[in-house]
């Protein structure tokens, strides 16, 4: 079986001219891939020795891969979705991108206060979703177990901005 690495596409100057952008949706075509990209997932969070109680997916991509990892690990999925996409009462979270503001929310009683929540997105770059993520989270009260990552573009420097909750990715390229 292949390693994640060699599984993922890679688009030369995408979404920009000069970034070269690593899909992991090839993956999803394959079920002995995509068995493997869980596996693999969930052999990280036992070998950490990992308490998870919740996984939390942000929108969009961390919705393919959250719920099934969830289910792998035998606990519940939080959606964390852009303004106005959930019902019932919320709690949001803003940040600065590099052109403006963005939001994401949750649903207020999404998580518990004290519950270690696993916060999944398909690609860390300058880490500013996934800290509102952990904001959002910590919110509620409910304390960030890891920001898990299938790609983390390490030239970007989101760990750090995470810092000091931990973070892992499958996958590390430098640009």
């Known amino acids: 079986m292949a390693d994640i690495r060699q599984l993922l596409a890679e688009y030369v100057d995408f979404p920009i001219p000069g970034v070269n952008f690593l899909d992991f949706l090839p993956i999803f075509r394959n079920p002995d891939h995509l068995k ?10 036992s070998e950490a020795g990992m308490q998870v109680d919740v996984v939390a997916g942000l929108e969009a991509r961390g919705f393919l891969f959250g719920p099934l990892l969830a289910l792998e690990l035998g606990v519940g999925f939080v959606a964390l979705r852009k303004p106005g996409k959930l019902p019932g009462q919320v709690v949001r979270e803003t940040y600065n991108k590099e052109y403006g503001q963005d939001s994401i929310e949750a649903q207020a009683d999404s998580v518990q206060p004290g519950q270690r929540v696993l916060i999944v997105d398909d690609i860390c770059a300058t ?22 990552f299938i790609v983390e ?6 760990s750090s901005v995470l810092a000091p909750r931990p973070t892992h990715a499958l996958v590390r390229v430098e640009k």
Do not use: F, N, P, R
């Open 153 to 158: 573009i390490e030239s970007l420097k989101g």
């Open 36 to 45: 493997l990209m869980i596996k693999t997932l969930k052999d990280h969070i």
């Open 127 to 148: 880490g500013g979703t996934a800290l509102a993520a952990c904001k959002l989270i910590e919110q509620l009260g409910a304390i960030v177990a890891e920001c898990l």
